[in-house]
């Protein structure tokens, strides 16, 4: 008997050339998953800047929110950092946010492609047409 493992299970691996095309319910779980992800993904990173911004620069909540949610969001930073601390971390979490745009979106956008690219890689179903088919005529 199989030992139940319950990260394949939350995370099915996508179907393999020459598989049919997944149900579209599996396809929407593989959605909900991947999005609730990057969402999971995105907050714990906002939470982190926040706290980066409150200890190195001594912002408020609302002022560190704010300036956490501008680099996430790719819009720069919304005042320059004062202290040292604060300039190396506003610097590493751009870097580090850039990258988790790159990695979000690939994790929100690969179930969408493998679906598209597994539709176009079907086997064509040979359907016949009212007849037999005409011998061909040699040259």
Partial sequence: MRKPNIAMDLFSSFERRGEPLAPRW???????I?????LALIGVSLLTGMLGYHYFEGSGWIDAFDQAAMIIGGMGPYSEPKSDGGKLFAGFYALYSGL???GVAGLILAPLFHRLMHHFHL?????PRGGAS???RKM
Wanted: hydrophobic letters at 50%; glycine letters at 4%.
């Fill in 123 to 127: 086997p064509d179903e040979e359907k």
């Fill in 26 to 32: 599996l396809f929407a779980r593989r959605l909900v």
């Fill in 100 to 102: 988790l745009l790159i």
């Fill in 134 to 136: 005409k011998p061909r």
């Fill in 34 to 38: 991947n999005v609730g992800l990057a």
